[in-house]
């Protein structure tokens, strides 16, 4: 996959050592040939100078239907094989 950030934002929090940065994913799978935007957000603490926590959320699901896996997914959920 190609990922490309796009739009991306930093917000300061109440918590001097918290950012959050939100962002969209242009995403290009390469085996698919599908396109398409994924909105991202990631929340970082810093302490002098050095990220020393990090949540990422992201859109795992558009990128597993883009990938055309999205009946694997389900059925691994189900609890049975899908090959």
């Known amino acids: 996959m190609e990922l490309t950030p796009a739009n991306v934002v930093v917000r300061d929090t109440d918590d001097p050592e918290v950012i959050v940065a939100e962002f969209d994913y242009h995403v290009h799978h390469r085996v698919t040939g599908r396109t398409f935007e994924a909105a991202n957000i990631q929340v970082l603490r810093v302490r002098d100078g050095l990220i020393i926590g990090s949540r990422d959320f ?5 990128l597993i239907v883009a990938g055309g896996d999205l009946p694997h997914l389900a059925a691994a959920l189900e609890g049975r094989d899908s090959s």
């Open 58 to 62: 992201h859109d795992h699901l558009a």
